[in-house]
């Protein structure tokens, strides 16, 4: 639980304009106490009193009585130990490697490290809950978790420092990382088709989906026109998110037209699938092929191996180390990387065999 710190209000406006100073907003001169006043809607006197905390930190200077503050930021400042809230899709990101290590290594840094009250699916990925949770956590920086596109464009558009772990990040000011994955899954797709697949199915959450289907879902269904199959809402599935809509979508599809082939986003995900195959008794990949679009250790005691789409924590786990690095600094950080990721053929795909008989 972190310590919950009351800040005055001229603490709160000394660190809004420390922000924005290090984000570039103003270049050699600070604004006036006059003019700021006006723009944020406080009294004159808080907001010299904040411009007074800046000159003591060091990083505005006075000039004499009517004279606007210089900017100093030349002389290197003390990195900043931040407020880091961790903003989950859900709580079962918590226990996954990646996020693990991301707590341990901001925490071993030094800086307060936690997750925040709510979850993005438990606020329904609604932008005014998730502003609502915002305002009421004492936060200096978030790390956003598998967001949708509305979510990480309020994020970007925020003064506070913001970073995107996965979700709809791409083209947005916000800096972020995430797998590759665009290139494996159409080397996925291309091997299912080899293979003589013809219906073959992609399991996204919704937010890869909506408003319209993301980069890599839309070059999934591109791919599967190019070797003339028929696309269409069947092969990006609409479900809802929760665990019985999930399911209840298996059901459909595997009611009257089966697919001879799965591409299930995420392990919970595929896990589930799993389990839902085996209580009907359809065989992986006799029956149906099986790939999974991540990695999971326990994936290696698996037999035969699963076939997936293969990424290393460690880039990713660096990257955001680094970012809250160089804000820690000072510095800004706007970048967004892509890290390698590849297909494992594994031995959960397969030629199709016959037309399923679902009971």
């Not at 001169?29 to 009294?43: C, I, N, R």
């Not at 076939?307 to 820690?328: C, L």
Request: aromatic residues 8%; contains cysteine.
């Amino acid at each position: 639980m972190p310590q919950c710190i009351i800040l005055s209000p001229s603490q709160q406006v000394a660190q809004y304009l420390r922000t924005n100073i290090m984000r570039g907003e103003w270049k050699s001169l600070m604004p006036g106490a006059p003019q700021l006043a006006k723009e944020f809607g406080v009294d004159r006197k808080t907001v010299e009193s904040a411009l007074k905390l800046l000159e003591h930190d060091g990083l505005l200077i006075a000039q004499g009585p009517g004279k606007k503050r210089k900017i100093h930021t030349t002389k290197p400042m003390m990195p900043t130990k931040l407020r880091i809230a961790l903003l989950a899709s859900e709580d079962s990101d918590r226990s996954l490697n990646y996020m693990v290590e991301i707590h341990h290594k901001l925490s071993e840094d030094g800086h307060n490290a936690f997750y925040s009250s709510r979850y993005l699916n438990d606020l329904n990925m609604d932008v005014r809950r998730v502003a609502r949770l915002v305002k009421q956590t004492e936060a200096d920086a978030w790390i956003v978790v598998s967001a949708n596109r509305e979510v990480l464009e309020w994020f970007a558009e925020q003064p506070f420092p913001s970073f995107a772990m996965f979700g709809r990040r791409l083209g947005l000011k916000i800096p972020s990382v995430g797998p590759d994955k665009l290139p494996p899954l159409l080397q996925a797709t291309r091997a299912l088709i080899r293979y003589g697949h013809r219906r073959i199915v992609l399991m996204v959450r919704p937010r890869r989906r909506l408003p319209v289907p993301g980069t890599s879902e839309a070059a999934f269904l591109e791919e599967l026109r190019k070797h003339g199959l028929p696309v269409g809402q069947y092969n990006l599935p609409s479900w809802e998110e929760s665990i019985d809509d999930f399911h209840a979508r298996l059901e459909i599809l595997f009611r009257t037209t089966p697919p001879t082939a799965l591409i299930v986003d995420e392990v919970v995900l595929f896990l589930a699938t799993q389990q839902f195959l085996a209580k009907k008794r359809i065989r992986v990949p006799e029956d149906v092929s099986l790939i999974c679009t991540d990695t999971d250790p326990c994936f290696d005691w698996c037999q035969p191996e699963i076939s997936r789409i293969s990424w290393d924590i460690a880039p990713v786990v660096r990257r955001v180390v680094r970012w809250a690095s160089q804000i820690s600094h000072h510095k800004n950080d706007f970048r967004q990387t892509l890290t390698p990721a590849h297909f494992i053929t594994g031995g959960t795909i397969g030629p199709v065999r016959k037309q399923l008989d679902i009971k």
